[in-house]
């Protein structure tokens, strides 16, 4: 079994910044492409960013120029870095991941969600 764990989330003016990490551990063998979604009331989910194994990533264009998505293989880990802040950016943030553990399966695996909140 795999869990992936968030942190990072909380309240930040308009403008300001914020830094998001998620966490997996258990049976891994590979993790492919690492991303991060966001929910907001009355939404749907919707993908911010994307980073594959080697690194390459893609963005939604509302957040395009303004969120950073990195990772750290060594660690399993991936972080979101958020920059000018914007109200409507507030959403419960998920992580999300393909995960091959060591009977070779491959499946997706969803994060518990931290909350972002873009408020003065």
């Known amino acids: 079994q795999v869990r992936l764990v968030e942190s990072g989330g909380g309240l930040v003016q308009p403008g300001g910044s914020l830094g998001l990490s998620c966490a997996a551990s258990?049976?891994?063998?590979?993790?492919?492409?690492m991303a991060w979604y966001r929910q907001a009331p009355g939404k749907q989910r919707e993908l911010v960013a994307t980073?594959?194994?080697?690194?390459?990533?893609n963005y939604g264009d509302s957040v395009k120029g303004r969120f950073t998505i990195s990772r750290d293989n060594a660690k399993n880990t991936v972080s979101l870095q958020m920059n000018s802040l914007k109200p409507e950016d507030t959403a419960v943030y998920y992580c999300?991941?393909?995960?091959?553990?060591?009977?070779?399966?491959?499946?997706?695996?969803w994060g518990q969600g931290t909350q972002v909140t873009v408020s003065s």
């Open positions: 980073i594959t194994s080697r690194s390459i990533t």
């Open positions: 258990g049976s891994i063998r590979n993790i492919y492409t």
């Open positions: 999300n991941a393909d995960v091959q553990d060591y009977v070779l399966k491959l499946r997706n695996y």
